[in-house]
């Protein structure tokens, strides 16, 4: 499918690349708000899984043990901001904001050696017979695992959160934490395990850029895709599919005004790169005109049990 | 003497000493990226090394990496006014108005901007003539593309980089008339992973050679995936990825210019100035042409090189029109400094148009 010299099954394929960064972060975060915390230290989780997950696949020369090693990482690092919100009830916003501080410093201080570096990188897997169709073949079924292990990770949030009974016990405690634990659920607990796998994701999406999208390691290099994540949390009124539907707008139309520029089309840049974000404020001034913006009642708020 | 007099003693002989020892000159960096970046900033925080290197305790260093510029520029030069820098170095474009307010309300403190064309009495600027070494990549692109499709990777639309565009346009027409240019505007110095996106579009759209002016190596990284792709070094020689896909570079060296202005301020010899040099005098260097490029290509670009520095040629010598055709350059007639400096035209034959 040509369009003016634009091929639409290969700019699907390479938004879905330049999506899936994001994509795994705003995921893994729409859970740990989910569970009543902000975290804003997504992107220094990201930047140390893309620096620990570089050095790890070096290293080894195993793409999947760095992604196993970044995620690790991350909600290692994660864990540091459970502790200090959740045991030492420090602000929420002010620790999200140091933890994206020390993973930006730490980054750096790993990933010296490691500049200028060549890696194994995760090479695609063609599905026999499905990449074989024309044009879908190229969009859907030639990527990368972890452009299908991110859409399993959104499938498998939004059934754990609407069927099972522990996503319901997870929504509980982030909606009202005071009655989750009169009910005898462990608030704290809970909260932390959802903020390693926050921080899991993000790891991972943070692994992608410098293993599969770049790859190479650059101090810096996530530069403010976890920002963009948690907008995109926002934008998706915490809802797993909207997430998806969400990073690939955001991915999408970075892909797709690089693509016209590069074939010539003169399009207005900024207004293509803005309209995300205007979405993001559309959507939002839409939803609290409605009176229901869908946020965790809880989120943000800190708990402790001798409340 | 009793213990308690010791130590006092001892402070105060230390604090005598810390004196004696103090920096005469602290000299301020503002970096638009990490030092880290393999490019821009990673050369002009080479140029800081050299001068804590140079001076070593007569002179502190301090710096700023990943400013964003506009208003949080100010912020952060404020912040180095306050803590006591006699010459704070901005090195952005972007930085141009913030540091021309602060540097309004620090008489005092000098400021050197970078690529900028505002000055004041304590607001001097500096700038490499990049288009120089933009030609002979011109030259070597030119020579090198088998599609004869160049795809260029610009950040914003200022005159720098347009400059750059132009110079390397008209220098690859010259060896190949065939040559057409893609140009990708990335609206950001440093973003690896929207540059590397920006080089997998200009590579499926069939370009072949990229050239790049943006500040990390990512289309580097990129070219190399693709395979059959050349590029060059930008700001930095990026030699890691030498034979293959880079094949030159552009590297800046800044140290010789920040020890000077150093050594100006230290002898109190500062004074507002404008430089804006090139090959010539060492403030570009062109990178080891690596062994991918055909030896024929390698001496005429070399030769173009050494024509440069030495003034013999420079890179828009007419006859060259604008893009709309009307005419710029005469035979033989060469650009002012002025018209280059606020350049915000293309030259004949660019199919593109410069966003507003």
Redesign the interface.
């Known amino acids: 499918m040509d369009l003016g010299?634009l091929n639409l099954f290969?700019l699907i394929a390479?938004l879905m690349v330049?999506a899936t960064?994001i994509l795994l972060a705003a995921i893994g975060e729409t859970v740990v708000e989910k569970a009543g915390v902000l975290n804003l230290g997504v992107e220094g989780m990201m930047i140390t899984g893309a620096v620990v997950g570089f050095a790890v696949a070096i290293n080894t020369g195993s793409a999947p043990f760095g992604f196993v090693a970044a995620a690790i990482a991350a909600a290692l690092l994660s864990l540091t901001f459970g502790f200090l919100t959740q045991v030492l009830l420090s602000n929420q916003v002010a620790t999200g904001l140091g933890l994206t501080l020390v993973g930006l410093g730490l980054s750096?201080l790993i990933?010296?050696p490691y500049?200028?570096?060549?890696s194994v990188?995760l090479q695609p897997v063609k599905i026999p017979v499905l990449s074989d169709i024309p044009g879908f073949g190229r969009m859907l079924f030639s990527h990368d695992p972890m452009v299908y292990i991110s859409l399993i990770i959104v499938a498998g949030v939004w059934a754990w959160l609407k069927f099972t009974r522990a996503g319901l016990v997870l929504r509980a405690v982030g909606e009202n934490h005071e009655a989750a634990h009169a009910l005898g659920y462990k608030v704290i607990r809970i909260r932390m395990l959802a903020i390693m796998f926050g921080g899991a994701c993000a790891g991972l999406g943070g692994a992608y850029?410098s293993l599969v999208?770049?790859?190479?390691w650059?101090?810096?290099?996530?530069?403010?895709?976890g920002w963009i994540a948690l907008a995109i949390v926002v934008f998706a009124s915490w809802k797993p599919w909207r997430i998806l539907l969400g990073a690939y707008l955001f991915g999408g139309v970075?892909?797709l005004q690089?693509?016209l520029?590069?074939?010539?089309v003169?399009i207005?840049?900024?207004y293509l790169?803005m309209s995300p974000y205007l979405i993001t404020i559309a959507v939002l001034v839409f939803i609290s005109a409605r009176g229901n913006q869908n946020a965790p009642a809880a989120l943000a708020k800190p708990f402790h049990a001798s409340n | 003497m009793s213990f308690k007099n010791l130590i006092t003693g001892a402070i105060a002989a230390a604090a005598m000493a810390g004196s004696a020892f103090a920096q005469d000159v602290t000299v301020g960096f503002v970096y638009v990226g990490p030092v880290g970046d393999g490019g821009w900033t990673y050369e002009h925080n080479k140029g800081r090394l050299a001068v804590e290197e140079h001076f070593g305790d007569r002179v502190k260093t301090i710096y700023q990496e990943s400013v964003p510029e506009g208003a949080d520029s100010e912020r952060v030069m404020t912040q180095m006014a306050l803590q006591g820098a006699d010459l704070i170095f901005t090195t952005s474009f972007g930085y141009m108005d913030p540091t021309i307010n602060v540097a309004a309300k620090f008489p005092n403190v000098k400021f050197e901007h970078a690529t900028g064309y505002k000055r004041a009495d304590n607001v001097s600027t500096y700038s490499a003539r990049f288009y120089e070494g933009r030609a002979v990549q011109g030259h070597i692109a030119g020579r090198m593309t088998k599609t004869n499709k160049i795809g260029y990777i610009g950040s914003f639309p200022i005159p720098e980089v347009i400059r750059g565009i132009n110079s390397a346009y008209i220098h690859a027409k010259k060896v190949n008339p065939d040559v057409e240019f893609n140009i990708v505007w990335a609206y950001t110095w440093f973003d690896p992973a929207k540059e590397a996106d920006a080089a997998k579009a200009l590579i499926e759209q069939g370009a072949d050679v990229i050239l790049q002016h943006t500040d990390s190596t990512a289309p580097q990284a990129a070219a190399e995936q693709a395979g059959n792709v050349v590029t060059f070094g930008q700001a930095s020689d990026m030699s890691e990825y030498a034979p293959f896909p880079r094949v030159s570079s552009i590297i800046d060296d800044w140290a010789p210019y920040y020890i000077a202005r150093t050594q100006a301020v230290l002898d109190g010899t500062w004074t507002s100035v404008d430089t804006w040099d090139g090959i010539g005098a060492g403030m570009v260097g062109i990178g080891e042409i690596s062994s991918a490029v055909p030896a024929d290509v390698k001496a005429e670009a070399e030769a173009l090189r050494d024509a440069l520095a030495s003034g013999e040629y420079h890179a828009f010598t007419g006859p060259l029109n604008k893009q709309d055709g009307s005419a710029w350059l005469a035979d033989g007639e060469t650009a002012d400094d002025g018209t280059l400096a606020g350049m915000n035209f293309y030259v004949e034959g660019l199919t593109a148009t410069i966003p507003n």
């Open positions: 010299g290969v390479s330049s960064p750096a990933g010296k500049e200028g570096l060549k990188v850029i999208r770049v790859p190479q650059t101090e810096g290099m996530t530069a403010g895709a970075t892909v690089l693509n520029q590069a074939m010539g003169a207005p840049v900024e790169s």
